[in-house]
């Protein structure tokens, strides 16, 4: 049980696995309650869900570093919880997909927030909701079980509504991670099939024992014939909602692959790295990575905890936006906004609410002058009062030591040269003709080791969330590798734990074995 809860873990959502972790803390409180040998189910769930994050190590342990350093290791129960939770209102999209606006025009209204949901998310039907009643009639010693399983993980997706999801927050481990509170819906409809099946196998069983009244087996068969009818006669007449297929409801959202095309087409690409900002969006954030684009909203929810800060703690300024100002720095190149921006710095293209950003600095650049500053709090406020001139000047955390062989020969300008780019590797070649500090608008976080010249140095915190790397007078090869020790630990654990359950099946198979033959 623990090996398969590890394979799922591996290839599964974060939130799939903490519901099954949740499942099975529950199921093991309800042995402990009613059967007998408890100290023997206590000590199986234990030895399962160890053993389980044993095999998923090489997954967990890394994410676990990621997710602490990220905006996630500090989320609110209001950030969870709110555009995600379940309004009970919307249960009646259980027996009617999109009944009664169970999908609105306004996304507000939305059982699950903005986000857009397929016909039949919430659909269950009508059989199986009657079935399920019949489980009162089971000999099954988990039926209870089973139907307090999905009464709470329902009320758990009622989020904000109801105080389960809340409660779950702050007491449970690992709850506090997982986003969208309605997912956990997935784990009510297992539960309601299970208890459904529970319910359909009682029917049939009651009802074979009256196999001398015919005429009981054909009013049942009758009564559901009639209920599938009225069902499929109900359904089709009311559930079906072309809303969700239009693109005036949804605007920027319905594209087909010749719209795309069209959109991406229009970026000039050169040799040099950019961002584009997706303000509108366009869409979704991990498209534009299908295209070979870096958004600058990342391509997801979470994100690293400084560079989330910079965007929410910081507000604009009257020159210019602070988010504009951010965009320079960040090599953000074009971007797609319904906002009017100042034509001094950008150009408006020949497409609506599509912008080229004419200030867009390189991903690396050379600056000598810096302002040294440890607390996280001031650099905020720096960076918000416009007191940082990203061209000329960067923000460090400690006084810089310059690296490097110095050159002999002699260097007339500055130059990066970019090699290689990889999302765990970095290669570039420099040249500045005196001490300088290279500053990389790439997102600072553990696991991240510097060479220059081939010797392993420690770059600086930049400007709250990105890396520089102070350089001696001369030409120079600069590599950043992502070499987390977290992977090569959790692999580590991983590895023995997997040998272990192949040594064990063996030993069990050889002493089984020998076992007959005696």
Not at 67 to 87: D, H, W
Not at 155 to 168: D, H, I, S, T
Not at 407 to 426: A, M
Request: glycine share 6%; hydrophobic share 45%.
């Amino acid at each position: 049980a623990g090996f398969v809860f590890g394979l799922l873990i591996l290839v599964g959502h974060f939130n799939t696995c903490e519901y099954v972790l949740l499942g099975l803390f529950l199921l093991t409180i309800y042995q402990l309650i009613l059967f007998k040998e408890r100290v023997r189910a206590a000590v199986y769930a234990l030895i399962a869900t160890v053993f389980a994050f044993a095999v998923a190590a090489v997954l967990i342990v890394p994410t676990y570093e990621l997710v602490m350093q990220s905006n996630r290791a500090s989320l609110t129960y209001e950030k969870q919880s709110e555009g995600f939770s379940l309004n009970p209102y919307g249960l009646k999209g259980l027996i009617s997909p999109n009944l009664h606006n169970v999908l609105s025009d306004d996304p507000i209204k939305n059982f699950d927030g903005s986000v857009n949901i397929t016909q039949s998310y919430l659909y269950v039907g009508v059989l199986p909701l009657l079935l399920a009643l019949f489980f009162i009639f089971s000999k099954n010693k988990y039926k209870w079980f089973f139907v307090v399983f999905g009464f709470l993980t329902l009320f758990a997706a009622f989020g904000k509504y109801a105080p389960v999801n809340l409660f779950l927050f702050n007491y449970f481990p690992g709850f506090n991670k997982a986003r969208m509170a309605v997912q956990i819906m997935g784990v009510a409809f297992f539960s309601l099939s299970i208890v459904t099946a529970l319910g359909a196998e009682a029917i049939f069983a009651n009802v074979l024992k009256f196999s001398k009244k015919k005429f009981l087996k054909i009013i049942i068969s009758i009564f559901f014939v009639l209920l599938c009818l009225a069902s499929a006669y109900f359904i089709l007449s009311n559930g079906y909602d072309k809303r969700f297929y239009s693109e005036a409801v949804n605007p920027n959202t319905v594209f087909d692959s010749a719209d795309e095309a069209l959109i991406t087409g229009k970026l000039d690409v050169d040799d040099r790295p950019f961002r584009i900002a997706d303000e509108l969006p366009v869409f979704s954030q991990n498209k534009w990575e299908y295209y070979g684009f870096e958004n600058v909203w990342g391509n997801g929810g979470i994100k690293i905890k400084k560079y989330y800060d910079l965007f929410e703690r910081t507000g604009p300024t009257e020159a210019k936006p602070i988010n504009d100002n951010l965009f320079d720095f960040l090599n953000v190149k074009y971007v797609f906004t319904k906002r009017e921006l100042p034509p001094e710095y950008f150009e408006k293209l020949n497409t609506e609410n599509f912008y080229l950003n004419r200030n867009s600095l390189p991903r690396a650049y050379f600056v000598d002058d810096y302002v040294v500053e440890k607390s996280s709090e001031k650099q905020l406020e720096l960076i918000k009062n416009g007191e940082i001139d990203f061209v000329n000047k960067v923000l460090l955390e400690a006084n810089p030591s310059y690296y490097g062989n110095v050159s002999r020969k002699e260097i007339s300008e500055r130059s990066v040269k970019w090699i290689d780019k990889q999302p765990s590797y970095i290669k570039f070649e420099v040249a500045s003709p005196s001490d300088s500090i290279l500053v990389l608008s790439e997102v600072d976080y553990d696991g991240w080791n510097l060479k220059v010249d081939g010797e392993t140095e420690k770059y600086l915190a930049a400007n709250h969330a990105f890396r520089a790397v102070p350089l001696k007078t001369g030409a120079h090869t600069v590599e950043f590798e992502y070499r987390p020790v977290s992977v090569y630990l959790g692999a580590l654990i991983s590895i023995v734990s997997v040998l272990s359950f192949a040594g064990v099946g063996v030993y069990l198979l050889i002493k089984n074995r020998k076992w007959k033959k005696s």
